[in-house]
């Protein structure tokens, strides 16, 4: 009777997750006002048009007709909706907003889709699917928000963010780290949900370093831009370089030169310049923050030395202890559109005191993306994490304002490519 009960709350529970799951990415899409929809924001990604065919399309091929052999009401949309881009320097997508359906069909498609998505929940003894869709779909609602990001402000409507709290004014230090171990990933037996780049768990053993306390600000980092840093090639990489030159970057994507300085692009509003929010650049741009400072980028290891390690060897589930993520931890899962200030939540603070590791900004590593001892992709999703063990790809740890807690948990990769510029991402430097 017990472990009835305990799988029909279980199925429960992801039922309300992916009821909250949908309702997040309906809330993302009910910010476009109607011409948005066929816009392309990103020129290397799709027109948001498919990402709201997508989300349903990748449901149904998984749990409806990958796992229930569910017969389909729209083979073309299975296939158009499919995939998404994974940027590739040079390939832009060519396709015109006349090539895609109409809005109206798509969500017939849609409601169909979840009324029979539903319908499973009730015949499967197996929850894997049911999570991999539901964080499928909640890491499409962040990457719609950069996508949307990039949208006029006047195709949008202003869904308010609450008044972030005053703080002191930051004060960049360091932390000694001791000498310790680290573990990443997770163990197949810690019946815990995890995506296949996440298992096996594997321990390192991570000397001592320093690491910022905070993220880099705006504020230092316009040091950086002040001083010259985008016309000095030696913080640069080749590639990077050639980047920045070809493109003409010469400051962060989120900021905007006015009267001799920036204002920062919010989701909704230009706002002026906030020096203590995080910096939101790429990798290559952290990384030449990081060579102008004479110090480096975090390992992921060290990441998470810093974050769930205590001076006793033992470590903890988040950076502030083992309690579930709440408000006062950090700025994620969807409390806010924008940054707050790095120094705005110290009751999530590591045992080390290091500051601000969950939310506010993925966290760049120097970590190429990579797979730990004992993979094995889905082999219902086999390319999921596979196709991104290039060596293109680097770790980011932690997450954004609009990461779900879900996401938090300490095994969790994302990955983005070096040179793209329009994520969430911060960063902080170690010395060792
Ligand atoms: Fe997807």
């Known amino acids: 009777m017990q472990a009835t009960a305990t799988k029909e709350q279980r199925r429960q529970s992801l039922r309300v997750q992916m009821q909250l799951a949908r309702t997040r990415s309906d809330e993302i899409f009910g910010l476009l006002r109607n011409e948005a929809l066929y816009a392309r924001p990103i020129a290397e990604r799709h027109r948001l048009i498919f990402y709201l065919g997508h989300l349903e399309t990748f449901e149904w091929n998984l749990i409806c007709a990958g796992g229930f052999g569910m017969k389909s009401v729209n083979p073309v949309f299975d296939r158009l909706f499919a995939f998404g881009i994974d940027p590739t320097n040079g390939n832009l997508p060519t396709d015109a907003a006349s090539d895609w359906p109409r809005q109206a069909e798509i969500q017939a498609y849609n409601a169909h889709v979840r009324s029979a998505v539903d319908s499973c929940f009730d015949r499967s003894s197996d929850d894997l699917l049911f999570h991999v869709a539901i964080e499928h779909r909640l890491m499409h609602v962040e990457t719609l928000a950069y996508l949307l990001h990039g949208l006029t402000y006047s195709m949008k409507q202003s869904a308010g963010s609450p008044q972030a709290a005053s703080m002191k004014p930051v004060m960049p230090s360091q932390v000694t780290v001791p000498a310790g171990i680290a573990t990443l990933g997770q163990d197949h037996d ?38 010259g840093g985008y016309e000095d090639r030696s913080f640069w990489s080749d590639a990077a370089w050639e980047w920045i030159t070809a493109s003409g970057i010469r400051h962060p994507k989120f900021w905007k030169p006015a009267d001799g300085g920036w204002v920062c692009q919010t989701m909704f509003a230009d706002v002026p310049f906030q020096r203590d929010w995080p910096v939101y650049v790429s990798h290559a741009e952290a990384e030449a923050y990081s060579r102008w400072k004479k110090k480096s980028l975090p390992t992921e290891a060290q990441y998470h030395r810093a974050a769930f390690g205590y001076p006793d060897g033992s470590e903890s589930r988040y950076p502030w202890g083992n309690t579930p993520p709440q408000h006062m931890h950090g700025n994620f899962n969807f409390q806010r559109w924008d940054p707050t200030p790095v120094n705005a939540h110290p009751a999530g603070n590591s045992a080390f005191g290091v500051a601000d590791l969950m939310g506010n900004g993925w966290e760049w590593t120097s970590t190429v993306f990579a797979p730990f001892p004992g993979f094995e992709p889905f082999p219902f999703y086999p390319g999921y994490s596979a196709d991104f063990f290039d060596g293109k790809h680097y770790v980011m740890k932690g997450g954004s304002p609009r990461t779900s807690a879900v996401l938090l948990r300490r095994s969790f990769r994302n990955w983005f490519q070096p040179r793209y510029p329009h994520v969430y991402a911060s960063f902080r430097c170690v010395q060792s």
């Not at 370093?209 to 831009?225: C, H, L, Q, R």
């Open 190 to 227: 810690a019946a815990e949900f995890g995506w296949d780049n996440e298992f096996e768990s594997c321990i390192v053993s991570v000397p001592a370093f320093e690491i910022d306390t905070y993220k880099v600000t705006n504020g230092e980092y316009a040091e950086f831009v002040r001083s």
